[in-house]
């Protein structure tokens, strides 16, 4: 494993621009962050955003067209730079794997290691197996694993060459819900056993909220805004942020004037859990217009003087529809 002071930052993206010609709003621009070692860094944005641009752009597989990435305080050169594109202490796993589909799990995981300690080898493969819980597949061919199990083993081949970083394009895109939350959970663990910085591009910011010590919100190709999850998600500086976030309640300053909002700005936004279904002193009469089923709670779709809002609803079958509920919007944002 590679060694250097706990307290550096492994990577430093300074002003970075990347333009397709053939797509006027496509890739990145002028964006800058930096990212502590042992982070897990959550990229998270709509499909075309740039994510991926910027993914590949840490990693050296794209000439950037302006500002440079530095790891560990040394420039990543691009691929016009080096006979071999990508930086040698970083892997990235793609949507599609990259597998050898004719061999074995275990055969794929020790391609990528030399071959002058093979014991050293086999005890590393064996090792890295174990953490991603996929030792029981070791003889099977990857034509044979669902497509969650082909993803730890791209994962664990990753991993076992000691990478520093780790880039993850996608890496849930083809798993299901149930394994999906395995993997999240698998990657923490592994970050935090062996000290690999973690970056994920994703399209769901659950994956983000739920890995992410750091978040970074892309929006045609710019940062729009980063932090610790749960500041980014309670304190958004766009409307866009809040609403890719936690699906957020977006009203005109008019609208919300008929809830009682009273407001300087265009917009008024809030989360449906910031709705609080109580009786008070600044407390309005609501409808209940549906209820919609979400498992441990339900989610009220509810009018007031034309305008819709959404709340949550912990206590299930308290209130249904076409009954009248007492609610006040403990907290709103203003854009």
Avoid: C
């Avoid at 990229?43 to 641009?53: D, L, N, R």
């Avoid at 892997?91 to 990259?98: E, G, N, Y």
Wanted: cysteine-free.
């Amino acid at each position: 494993m590679y060694l250097y002071a706990v307290d550096e930052n492994i990577i430093s993206v300074n002003n970075l621009s990347k333009q397709y010609k053939t797509e006027q709003l496509s890739g990145i621009r002028n964006i800058s962050f930096t990212i502590r070692r042992g982070d897990i860094v959550a990229v998270i944005g709509e499909s075309g955003s740039g994510k991926s641009t910027l993914l590949k752009s840490i990693f050296g597989l794209l000439q950037v067209d302006e500002g440079e990435v530095l790891f560990n305080g040394k420039r990543v050169l691009g691929p016009n730079e080096q006979l071999i594109p990508g930086h040698k202490e970083m892997r990235i796993v793609s949507q599609d794997f990259s597998l050898n589909i004719y061999a074995k799990v275990y055969d794929n995981i020790a391609s990528v290691l030399s071959n002058t300690d093979v014991r050293s080898k086999q005890e590393k493969t064996e090792k890295m197996m174990q953490h991603l819980h996929i030792e029981h597949l070791r003889n099977k061919k990857i034509t044979e694993l669902s497509g969650g199990e082909q993803q730890r083993v791209a994962i664990a081949r990753a991993l076992v060459t000691d990478t520093s970083l780790l880039l993850l394009d996608e890496p849930f895109s083809q798993v299901d819900a149930l394994l999906k939350n395995q993997l999240r959970a698998d990657i923490k663990r592994i970050a935090a056993e062996t000290g690999v910085t973690v970056v994920i591009v994703s399209h769901d910011p659950a994956d983000g909220l739920f890995l992410g010590n750091q978040l970074l919100l892309i929006k045609d190709g710019s940062l729009i805004q980063e932090g610790e999850p749960s500041f980014v998600y309670n304190h958004p500086e766009h409307i866009y942020t809040a609403q890719l976030l936690g699906n957020a309640v977006v009203l005109r300053a008019a609208d919300a004037l008929k809830l009682g909002l009273s407001s300087a700005k265009e917009s008024v936004v809030f989360y449906p859990e910031w709705v609080e279904l109580k009786s008070g002193w600044n407390s309005k009469r609501y409808e209940v217009q549906d209820v919609y089923y979400k498992g441990f709670y339900e989610e009220l779709l509810l009018e007031r003087n034309g305008v819709i809002i959404r709340a949550i609803q912990l206590n299930r079958g308290e209130h249904k529809k076409n009954d009248h509920v007492q609610a006040n919007i403990g907290r709103f944002l203003e854009f």
